[in-house]
């Protein structure tokens, strides 16, 4: 990607981000990997619908800045997925409301009810909790970069990237929408999955297509292990589960009262 480009087109993206309501005040940050490997950046503590593009900071492929403007110290997960994924040469991370409600009540957004989001982003799984800007959320993150193309963050946010600005805004997008309908269901009763064979064919679809290649059925998501879809590298890691409220190994759930009635009535009815 050519600088001018890509400062152009970080400023719209921001200013989507911020009109969207993905990020308030500073939040959030997005980049892009120019050719020859320097990174242009936004700036720190800069509102992302308020970005000009002689702004923006750019950086040496190790973050050292070459401009005045310093970019934002999240850089460092910018960095990561470089380094993790030859392939991208953009990134979005932000704190869009529904995607965010899914970290911090640490849940990856993983169950199979769309059809368009397996064909074309696959499950977003939960990165545990780092602080960010530090070597704990890099390492949370690192297993999950290769066979995801979005990630939530626990406790923090979300992260899309892709080959450029749009294709990572794109799934940045389609994480929050899918986020909001899988919240939405959940008021007209609960989701409904597609079934196996469903995912399976979906799967297919999305390879011939080319939308996502073999290497998305390494994904660290529910559904997949319920396929009879191998992964190629067989470095498939587990469903990823994430509950730090435990007491003496034993996890906590908690419930609403109107849920434990619901639960005790079905016992009592012998539904469950
Ligand atoms: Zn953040």
Same mark, same amino acid.
């Given at each position: 990607? =050519?600088?001018?480009?890509?400062?152009?087109? &970080?400023?719209?993206?921001? #200013?989507?981000? *911020?009109?969207?309501?993905?990020?308030?005040?500073?939040?959030?940050?997005?980049?892009?990997?120019?050719?020859?490997?320097?990174?242009?950046?936004?700036?720190?503590?800069?509102?992302?619908?308020?970005?000009?593009?002689?702004?923006? !900071?750019?950086?040496?492929?190790?973050?050292?800045?070459?401009?005045?403007?310093?970019?934002?110290?999240?850089?460092?997960?910018?960095?990561?997925? *470089?380094?993790?994924?030859?392939?991208?040469?953009?990134?979005?991370?932000?704190?869009?409301?529904?995607?965010?409600?899914? !970290?911090?009540?640490?849940?990856? &957004?993983?169950?199979?009810?769309?059809?368009?989001?397996?064909?074309?982003?696959?499950?977003?799984?939960?990165?545990?909790?780092?602080?960010?800007?530090?070597?704990?959320?890099? =390492?949370?993150?690192?297993?999950?970069?290769?066979?995801? @193309?979005?990630?939530?963050?626990? @406790?923090?946010? $979300?992260?899309?990237?892709?080959?450029?600005?749009?294709?990572?805004?794109?799934?940045?997008?389609?994480?929050?929408?899918?986020?909001?309908?899988?919240?939405?269901?959940?008021?007209?009763?609960?989701? /409904?999955?597609?079934?196996?064979? $469903? &995912?399976?064919?979906?799967?297919?679809?999305?390879?011939?297509?080319? *939308?996502?290649?073999?290497?998305?059925?390494? #994904? !660290?998501?529910?559904?997949?292990?319920?396929?009879?879809?191998?992964?190629?590298?067989?470095?498939?890691?587990?469903?990823?589960?994430?509950?730090? !409220?435990?007491? /003496?190994?034993?996890?906590?759930?908690?419930?609403?009262?109107?849920?434990?009635?619901?639960?005790?009535? #079905?016992?009592? /009815? /012998?539904?469950?």
């Amino acid at each position: 990607m =050519d600088e001018q480009t890509a400062r152009r087109e &970080i400023c719209r993206v921001g #200013q989507l981000m *911020y009109e969207r309501s993905y990020v308030v005040s500073p939040d959030g940050n997005i980049s892009a990997r120019l050719d020859g490997g320097r990174i242009v950046a936004t700036p720190t503590m800069t509102c992302k619908g308020r970005m000009t593009e002689d702004g923006l !900071a750019v950086t040496d492929t190790t973050g050292k800045p070459l401009t005045e403007a310093r970019p934002s110290s999240e850089l460092a997960m910018h960095l990561l997925i *470089y380094n993790e994924r030859p392939d991208v040469t953009a990134v979005c991370h932000a704190h869009p409301p529904h995607g965010t409600a899914f !970290a911090v009540a640490h849940l990856a &957004i993983d169950q199979p009810i769309l059809s368009e989001v397996i064909l074309t982003l696959g499950c977003v799984p939960l990165a545990g909790y780092g602080t960010p800007s530090t070597e704990e959320l890099s =390492d949370a993150m690192r297993p999950l970069i290769k066979h995801h @193309n979005a990630l939530l963050m626990a @406790n923090h946010g $979300a992260v899309a990237y892709g080959s450029d600005l749009w294709q990572a805004f794109d799934r940045l997008e389609t994480l929050e929408h899918t986020a909001r309908i899988a919240i939405l269901s959940r008021i007209l009763g609960g989701p /409904n999955n597609l079934p196996t064979d $469903a &995912i399976e064919k979906l799967i297919n679809v999305r390879e011939a297509a080319g *939308y996502l290649d073999e290497g998305a059925r390494c #994904q !660290a998501c529910g559904y997949l292990h319920e396929t009879r879809i191998a992964c190629p590298t067989g470095d498939r890691p587990a469903p990823r589960s994430y509950s730090p !409220a435990t007491t /003496n190994g034993a996890s906590k759930i908690s419930l609403t009262r109107e849920e434990l009635v619901d639960l005790l009535s #079905q016992a009592v /009815n /012998n539904r469950i």
